[in-house]
């Protein structure tokens, strides 16, 4: 089993920076690609950031220029630096991650965070 627990969400006022962490833990033996996801009220959930191991990084349009996902493997953490917030950013934040839990199991396994409200006030 891996657990995600995201952090670092909250409310900022239009134009503010947040910073969300998102620590993975349990039987772990690689993580994969890692994102960021976020979901609007009335909204379908829609990536916002993605990173894979070997360093790519792909963003979403709304928040390109905006936005940074970095990701610390030694420490199982993955990062989204959230800049120039506005409040079509508001939405729970989610983090995701394909991940290879046993060594004999070569299969990827999708684990999701429970979320972090982000919150840009108008």
């Known amino acids: 089993q891996v657990q995600l627990v995201e952090s670092g969400g909250g409310l900022v006022q239009p134009g503010g920076s947040l910073r969300l962490s998102c620590v993975a833990s349990?039987?772990?033996?690689?993580?994969?690609?890692m994102g960021w996801y976020r979901q609007a009220p009335g909204k379908e959930r829609e990536l916002v950031a993605s990173?894979?191991?070997?360093?790519?990084?792909n963003y979403a349009d709304s928040v390109k220029g905006r936005f940074t996902i970095s990701r610390d493997d030694a420490k199982n953490t993955l990062y989204l630096q959230m800049n120039s917030l506005s409040p079509e950013d508001t939405a729970v934040y989610y983090c995701?991650?394909?991940?290879?839990?046993?060594?004999?199991?070569?299969?990827?396994?999708?684990?999701w965070g429970q979320g972090t409200q982000v919150t840009v006030s108008s």
């Open positions: 349990g039987t772990i033996v690689i993580i994969n690609t």
């Open positions: 990173a894979t191991r070997g360093g790519s990084a």
């Open positions: 995701n991650a394909l991940v290879r839990t046993a060594y004999t199991d070569y299969r990827q396994y999708n684990y």
